[in-house]
């Protein structure tokens, strides 16, 4: 069998890399760039530093600070006719998934025709746009090290990938040091969509022998790792830690793409603007349990990493095991069950229309309809 493995963009890991932003924007060739970043990490002071960094080095700095989750259209096309007024020949995004989704967008509509909303979920080859950094605040999404921004569009309801080179970074600086005393319900809802990626890359359709490697490892770092993190929000080797899985997640994704769980954490993101960590610990167990069957190794391979005595289990009840431990994860991590989430069960139909539309059903390793989708809805919905 052929597999196709995808690499990343060279990376820059490790407490206090990010000290070295000013030096790589130099390197790059960058004259003025512009800070793309939200509210929060404005607060933190981050970009600040980062902002100083560069224009030590004679680079100059304009900003938008817009970012909000779930990144829509508009606020995309704005910073993007921004960018463009400016005349900018870098972007550097500092934050979390939002954030980086946000200027791998903008840096989109630098090299290839408006609206964002035309490159979503189709494969349009794609301009690299101009040179790009990328500094995540948070450990959850490894948006940083693969080619992929994950947006809205706001008419459709509907969120949506753009892929290709413009949404891969020319570095990414992954500085652990950001995430030192995040409070634990951001460290718990960005961890959980790190398990995710691992588990979902782990079962992908995709999946392949370098990203199950990846995948495994970052089962076994979040499950080890969050829950110390959530306890002692300054321990340094748990958040390093932390920041590895989600990195090394997004590098296993960028070839083995997330499944079942993904297409419902995506939708529901899309109907119900619900955090996407949250939502990944509704998706993700029930992706677990639906694969089940065909993948039995692989669920060996979960349940193995967040420590479920697999022997113990039939073939047919480990899956049900395994999905269990995830969801007792997130629940002892501190996330709401589905049945507490303000959604409308009315919309269920829909939502599970919609579930199949969703890029990440294509790489669910089986097949699967809008009725099952329903049923899986319902069946979490039903869990405490
Ligand atoms: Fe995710």
């Known amino acids: 069998m052929i597999h196709e493995v995808q690499g990343t963009p060279p990376i820059l890991f490790g407490v206090g890399s ?7 924007a130099k390197e790059l060739g960058c004259k003025k760039v512009l800070c793309v970043f939200g509210k929060n990490v404005k ?3 981050f970009a600040d530093r980062i902002m100083e960094l560069i224009k030590k080095e004679g680079i100059d700095v304009v900003t938008y600070n817009e970012v909000v989750p779930d990144p ?33 967008a903008i840096n989109t509509l630098l090299g290839n025709p408006s609206p964002i909303t035309r490159y979503l979920d189709k494969s349009i080859p794609l301009n690299p746009g101009v040179k790009m950094i990328l500094l995540p605040t948070t450990a959850g999404t490894g948006s940083e ?16 990938g753009v892929i ?6 020319s570095v990414a600086i992954v500085d652990p040091k950001f995430t030192f005393g995040l409070p634990a319900e951001i460290t718990a809802v960005t961890g959980m969509d790190a398990l995710a990626h691992g588990v979902e890359a ?22 080890n790792n969050l829950p110390k993190s959530i306890e002692d929000p300054d321990d340094e080797a748990a958040r390093t830690n932390l920041s590895l899985a989600a990195m090394i997640a997004g590098i296993a994704f960028n070839s083995a793409p997330p ?3 993904h ?6 993101g899309a109907f119900y603007h619900i955090s996407h960590g949250t939502l990944c610990s509704v998706g993700t167990p029930e992706a677990v349990e639906f694969v089940a069957d065909v993948l039995p190794d692989k669920i060996k391979t979960i349940g193995k990493a967040m420590d479920v005595n697999v022997d113990e289990y039939s073939p047919a009840k480990l899956g049900k095991a395994v999905a269990e431990r995830i969801r007792k994860f997130a629940r002892d991590a501190g996330l709401q069950p589905f049945s507490e989430l303000s959604v409308n069960k009315d919309e269920f139909d829909k939502i599970a229309e919609r579930v199949l539309q969703d890029d990440c059903a294509y790489f669910v390793p089986k097949e699967i309809d809008a009725g099952q989708v329903r049923e899986i809805l319902d069946k979490a919905y039903g869990r405490k």
Not at 18 to 24: C, R
Not at 145 to 160: L, P, Q, R, W
Not at 164 to 169: F, K, L, R, T, Y
Not at 263 to 268: G, V
């Open 202 to 223: 782990l079962t992908s359709k995709a999946a392949n022998p370098v990203s199950d490697i990846l995948a495994e490892r970052t089962i076994e770092l979040v499950y």
């Open 72 to 104: 829509p259209d508009n606020m995309i096309e704005k910073g993007a006719a921004f960018a463009k007024s400016e005349k900018v020949n870098g972007i550097i995004g500092i934050g979390g998934g939002s954030a980086m989704d946000t200027t791998k």
């Open 263 to 268: 297409a419902i954490a995506h939708t529901l």
């Open 259 to 261: 499944q079942l769980g």
């Open 43 to 45: 607060k933190t002071g």
């Open 18 to 24: 990010s000290e070295q932003t000013g030096k790589k």
């Open 145 to 160: 090290v693969n080619a992929i921004s994950v947006i809205t569009d706001t008419a459709n309801k509907k969120k949506g």
């Open 164 to 169: 290709g080179a413009s949404c891969v970074a």
